[in-house]
């Protein structure tokens, strides 16, 4: 993964601790081994956020952030990628896990209505919760595991690639110095 191009759009520590929204997380914010952009650290802020995302629970922000510290990983990156489920894609997300669940429990799966209300999630939510919950999880540990991995094949093809460029222009160089 380029890393440049990841520290271009993350957000610098000391501009988010200046914050007065987020003063109470000062000691997370500025702990410099959540901020670090390795392999491992980037593919597993992958993980966690995607994992977040998936759960059909409020705070997943949190979730990420705590998550993120617990595993070590880069904050701002997991925390940013629970957006995956924001409110445009939510439903359809949801929607989807709640079908994959019922599937897998064997039990009819309810249409869901022309217009998707919170009243009729409400009237619903004891038929639907157990296949939700075991769709998104389902989903969120599947989703984390090819995040995962699909990050550190692509960084390591990266890094790959870079190295077999710079050994072509040294070779390159050698060869017009030799003439």
């Given at each position: 993964m380029p890393r440049r191009l990841l520290q271009r759009y993350m957000p610098h520590p000391d501009t988010l601790r200046r914050q007065r929204s987020l003063r109470f997380m000062?000691?997370?914010?500025?702990?410099?081994?959540?901020w670090v952009l390795s392999r491992c650290s980037v593919a597993n802020a992958f993980s966690v956020g995607l994992f977040s995302?998936?759960?059909?629970?409020?705070l997943q922000m949190a979730v990420a952030a705590c998550g993120a510290w617990l595993t070590r990983c880069n904050l701002p990156l997991a925390v940013s990628l629970?957006?995956?489920?924001?409110?445009?894609?939510?439903?359809?997300?949801?929607?989807?896990n709640y079908r994959l669940g019922a599937w897998l429990?064997?039990?009819?799966?309810r249409d869901a209505p022309k217009r998707l209300s919170t009243h009729w999630v409400a009237e619903r939510l004891?038929?639907?919760?157990?296949?939700?919950?075991?769709?998104?999880?389902?989903?969120a540990v599947a989703l984390a595991l090819a995040a995962n991995l699909s990050v550190r094949l692509l960084w390591r093809w990266h890094v790959s690639?870079?190295?077999?460029?710079?050994?072509r222009r040294r070779r390159r160089v050698d060869c017009d110095d030799g003439l």
């Open positions: 000062d000691g997370l914010i500025g702990n410099p081994a959540l995302a998936m759960l059909p629970i409020p629970v957006w995956v489920t924001n409110p445009l894609t939510m439903p359809l997300i949801f929607y989807a429990m064997d039990v009819p799966v004891g038929d639907i919760l157990p296949a939700l919950a075991l769709g998104s999880a389902v989903t690639r870079s190295w077999k460029a710079r050994h």
